[in-house]
T-cell receptor, first 112, second 112 residues
C-alpha cells in the first residue's frame, strides 16, 4: 500500500463527537476515494474526488463531509459520530491514466 | 443505478477443486478490477481487465471479462489453502462520474 497514508489507524469516539480522517497520497494522482467496510461486507463508496477542488457523493454519503483542498490530500469528516458509523474506512487513489488503484491500510473507527 | 453483484457470497472448497466466482455489473464501464483481502488487511490488487474478451492469469487464478454480458469471472484452478480470502470485483464507471463501485465480495474457504 505504498503511497497512500491514512491517519489515524485506530480511533474510539463517543456518540456525538466529531473527527476527521486524513488521507494523503504522494503519487500525484487525480482521483481519490473514501470507502467504509462493515464486518463481513464489501466496500461502500462514501465520497470521491475526480480532481483537486471537486467532490461527489457516493453510495452512502449521509453523516459525512469531505474536503479536497489540494491534489495530495482528501479528508473525511464525521460531524456528529453515531454508532452506525463504526466501521473500517479505506482511502484510495487513482491516476488519470493508468490502471492501478492504490489503497491505504485502513482506519478502524469505533463509536460508542 | 450503478450496481455490482457477486456470487456466490460464500464458497467452501476442497483443495484441488476448481470453481468460478461471478461478477455482474449494471452499466457500461471503463474497466474492471479484482482484489483479494485477507482478514484485518487492506486490499491486494489481482487483475485489471480493460476490454471485451480480456483474460488474465496469475498462478491458480484466471480472470475474464465479457463487456457485452457485463460479466466478469474469476476462475480458481486446483485450489490450495493459501487462496482462502475474500475476493472482490470492482467496476470503474468513467466519463463524468469516475466512480469505483465494489461488489459484495466472495468469502473463499479452502479446506484441506
Amino acid at each position: 500500500n505504498a503511497g497512500v497514508t491514512q491517519t489515524p489507524k485506530f480511533q474510539v469516539l463517543k456518540t456525538g463527537q466529531s473527527m476527521t480522517l486524513q488521507c494523503a497520497q504522494d503519487m500525484n494522482h487525480n482521483s481519490m476515494y473514501w470507502y467504509r467496510q462493515d464486518p463481513g461486507m464489501g466496500l461502500r463508496l462514501i465520497y470521491y474526488s475526480a480532481s483537486e477542488g471537486t467532490t461527489d457523493k457516493g453510495e452512502v454519503p449521509n453523516g459525512y463531509n469531505v474536503s479536497r483542498l489540494n491534489k495530495r490530500e482528501f479528508s473525511l469528516r464525521l460531524e456528529s459520530a453515531a454508532p452506525s458509523q463504526t466501521s473500517v474506512y479505506f482511502c484510495a487513489s487513482r491516476p488519470l491514466s493508468g490502471n492501478t488503484i492504490y489503497f491505504g491500510e485502513g482506519s478502524w473507527l469505533t463509536v460508542v | 443505478e450503478l450496481k455490482v453483484e457477486q456470487n456466490p457470497l460464500f464458497l467452501s472448497m476442497q483443495e484441488g477443486k476448481n470453481y468460478t466466482i461471478y461478477c455482474n455489473y449494471s452499466t457500461t464501464s471503463d474497466r474492471l478490477y479484482w482484489y483479494r483481502q485477507d482478514p484485518g488487511k487492506s486490499l491486494e490488487s489481482l487483475f485489471v481487465l480493460l476490454s471485451n474478451g480480456a483474460v488474465k492469469q496469475e498462478g491458480r487464478l484466471m480472470a475474464s471479462l465479457d463487456t457485452k454480458a457485463r460479466l466478469s469471472t474469476l476462475h480458481i484452478t486446483a485450489a490450495v489453502h493459501d487462496l482462502s480470502a475474500t475476493y472482490f470485483c470492482a467496476v470503474l464507471y468513467g466519463g463524468a462520474t469516475n466512480k469505483l463501485i465494489f461488489g459484495t465480495g466472495t468469502l473463499l474457504a479452502v479446506q484441506p
